[in-house]
Nanobody, 127 residues
Framework: QVQLVESGGDLVQPGGSLRLSCAAS????????VGWFRQAPGKEREGVAC????????YATDSVQGRFTLSRAPDKKTVYLEMNSLKPEDTAVYYC????????????????????WGQGTQVTVSS
């Protein structure tokens, strides 16, 4: 069973930066695709950025294009979300999630496709 632990959330001023980490442990993490999702108060959970086991990356939310960067450690046990030029509307609980994939799986940031979830980390952007 893969376990996911997020870290890096914090209170930051508008225009600031944060790097979130998602540490995976358990069986063969290289068989899994991983995604970052977020949920703001009163809103539905939305996909932010996702990576397949083969390394294909998609940014699911237009508002993060050019500001957020997803990357993965060489051993595939940690996935990062680098967030720059943060805005108040980025305030949310950020979750990472994983799903077991075949090697040729297409990239998806649909939350229903993921069955393993971390506990979340709070990101607050405010002056």
């Amino acid at each position: 069973q893969v376990q996911l632990v997020e870290s890096g959330g914090d209170l930051v001023q508008p225009g600031g930066s944060l790097r979130l980490s998602c540490a995976a442990s358990g069986v063969r993490v290289d068989y899994y695709g991983v995604g970052w999702f977020r949920q703001a108060p009163g809103k539905e959970r939305e996909g932010v950025a996702c990576i397949t086991r083969a390394g294909g990356i998609t940014y699911a939310t237009d508002s993060v294009q050019g500001r957020f960067t997803l990357s993965r450690a060489p051993d595939k046990k940690t996935v990062y979300l680098e967030m720059n030029s943060l805005k108040p509307e980025d305030t949310a609980v950020y979750y990472c999630a994983a799903r077991r994939e075949i090697l040729s799986a297409r990239t998806t940031c649909a939350s229903y496709e993921y069955n393993l979830w971390g506990q979340g980390t709070q990101v607050t952007v405010s002056s």
